[in-house]
């Protein structure tokens, strides 16, 4: 994580976090990644119409397909390369495997 600092005359002080991980520059389309991994957070699920109905808007056009496909394969990147230093066994990281293949098949597939 970084963190905001306001300079002082008595020094550095910190004033907020950010976690580059979920910040994602105000993407909506990152915030579907996670759940996506565990569910259908598609155009017709439970997830996107709660999102809709609170105010919020998807257009699930080319550019945020692609956008979502993207943060897809840097969710399977992730997983693979935590598999070492977390000491996950030989079935988990063939699980998190398959899912980079599948991840990089889904990006080919948008051209």
């Known amino acids: 994580m970084q963190s905001l600092t306001k300079r002082r005359s ?8 950010i976690d580059h991980e979920r910040a994602f520059w105000g993407d909506p389309a990152a915030e579907l990644v996670w759940p996506g ?13 709660g999102y809709t109905e609170a105010g919020g808007t998807l257009d699930f056009g080319p550019a945020f397909c692609h956008r979502l496909a ?3 394969l840097y969710l399977s ?34 051209g």
């Open 70 to 72: 993207l943060y897809d």
């Open 77 to 110: 990147v992730l997983l693979v390369t935590e598999c070492g230093p977390r000491g996950f066994d030989s079935d988990h990281l063939a699980f998190c495997r398959g899912r980079l293949t599948g991840s990089l098949a889904a990006l080919r597939a948008l």
């Open 10 to 17: 008595r020094g550095v002080r910190v004033t907020g976090l």
């Open 37 to 49: 991994f565990g569910g259908d957070a598609g155009p017709g699920s439970d997830l996107v119409a």
